[in-house]
């Protein structure tokens, strides 16, 4: 099984987002996949009660019990795990760190933000697991990505080569209880998730994929009162 953690010690950088979003399009692939939601918050787990599907499977859980999560994953036979983090909480997010294989670091390509991720750095560095920054809710037109990706690497982190760009379906999908590979398949954004799967899958040496990546069928959407 491999385990990616999603941290980012800055609020509003889009981890949870991502998580769902790629635990969907890795189901597609055929991997089996858990997430663990380590958030007060429990936005993950709250998602996937709106769901039709029962997977991925969601799992809320405090850090103090993610060893004995992720070994029950793995008897059960999950392929690919991805932990959802809180923001401000270095404890929480050493453990998840301590526990993957990969750290994915979103980060919006904001000033704010880019000063925020040297602190994420830290912990990737104190954990001593591969850390990989993903430029996330970027601006459509402009220089912003590039901008922000050349100033990430001055800290020392490797940037992703795919960059999230901001799209309303990542909010209309998430409403209904589906990702934007469920909600809108031939979009770019179900395009842009995809790619930043196949990365992570070649971070971390999936070289063996069960099935081609396939475009989900999009479901209805539930009308909200």
Not at 161 to 167: A, F, I, N, P
Not at 195 to 213: G, P, Y
Request: proline share 4%; net charge negative; with cysteine.
């Amino acid at each position: 099984m491999k385990t990616i953690a999603i941290i980012s010690q800055k609020g509003g950088t889009g981890k949870t987002t991502l998580a769902l979003n790629l635990a969907v399009v890795a189901e597609t692939a055929g991997y089996a996949t858990v997430i663990i939601d380590l958030d007060p918050q429990a936005s993950a787990k709250e998602w996937s009660k709106s769901r039709d599907a029962d997977t991925p499977v969601v799992i809320s859980a405090h850090a103090s019990q993610l060893d004995e999560v992720l070994a029950t994953a793995k008897e059960n036979d999950a392929a690919f795990c991805l932990i959802d983090t809180a923001p401000h909480s270095e404890r929480d997010a050493l453990a998840a760190a301590r526990a993957a294989d990969l750290i994915l670091i979103p980060c919006r390509p904001a000033i704010l933000d880019l000063r925020a991720i040297t602190v994420t750095k830290e912990l990737a560095d104190l954990a001593n697991t591969p850390a990989l920054a993903v430029i996330n809710a970027a601006p459509p037109r402009g220089s912003l990505a590039d901008e922000a990706g050349d100033a990430i690497c001055g800290y020392g982190l490797e940037v992703a080569d795919v960059v999230v760009t901001q799209r309303m379906v990542f909010v209309h999908s998430l409403t209904g209880g589906q990702t934007v590979l469920e909600f809108e398949p031939d979009g770019k954004a179900a395009d842009e998730i995809q790619a930043l799967f196949k990365l992570i899958c070649k971070q971390v040496n999936m070289t063996t994929i069960k099935k081609t990546v396939k475009k989900a069928r999009p479901r209805e959407t539930r009308r909200t009162a």
